[in-house]
T-cell receptor
């Protein structure tokens, strides 16, 4: 079966510290992968998507970057976190015309 | 004008009530329409989906799409406390697997 794993579930980081969130998918190959951020009152904001290894598209300019070192691995990073980076980060992969399967999310609090 | 508009609520109803959730959109190219349910501190889960216009029913849930009005709805009959969640509408263009555009979500609370 197809599953998506995301970790950690919760993270508290000081301002200026680096960030690395990892997402892996099982049971499929060459998936389209996505990173979203969900902030209170702002809905789901698409950050990055990838259609293959090393292929990253950025939807909004920001303090974050993404990488796809392997077919089923998608990483979200930052060199120096800002307070405004706090939020609920979701990884997803597209599994047909009707949408995405989401991971369980990482709740990031920057203090 | 945002591509997808959704009233964030919150919406509070008594158990057993009929719930109506709605989204409007501006892009006439949207062909695929979905509703996701998100419990607190969890990722969204696909609940219902429809292609183009029409209705689709699944148990207590009915999804409606009116493309002429650019309006989609989700109805929940005999609502239960377990239906308490945030409901997000989503849609995308036809053709290749384009990115989904999400509404902001409506937070629903069903009181026993």
């Amino acid at each position: 079966s197809q599953t998506i794993h995301q970790w950690p579930a919760t993270l508290v980081q000081p301002v200026g510290s680096p960030l690395s969130l990892e997402c892996t998918v099982e049971g499929t190959s060459n998936p389209n992968l996505y990173w979203y951020r969900q902030a209170a009152g702002r809905g789901l904001q698409l950050l990055f998507y990838s259609v293959g290894i090393g292929q990253i598209s950025s939807e909004v300019p920001q303090n974050l970057s993404a990488s796809r070192p392997q077919d089923r691995q998608f990483i979200l990073s930052s060199k120096k976190l800002l307070l405004s980076d706090s939020g609920f980060y979701l990884c997803a992969w597209i599994n047909g015309p009707y949408g995405y399967t989401f991971g369980s999310g990482t709740r990031l609090t920057v203090v | 004008q945002k591509e997808v508009e959704q009233d964030p609520g919150p919406l509070s109803v008594p158990e057993g009530a009929i719930v109506s959730l709605n989204c409007t959109y501006s892009n006439s190219a949207f062909q695929y329409f979905m509703w996701y349910r998100q419990y607190s501190r969890k990722g969204p889960e696909l609940l219902m989906y429809t292609y183009s216009s029409g209705n689709k029913e699944d148990g207590r849930f009915t999804a409606q799409v009116d493309k002429s009005s650019k309006y989609i709805s989700l109805f929940i009959r005999d609502s239960q406390p377990s239906d308490s969640a945030t409901y997000l509408c989503a849609m995308r263009r036809g053709g290749s697997q384009g990115n989904l555009i999400f509404g902001k979500g409506t937070k629903l609370s069903v009181k026993p």
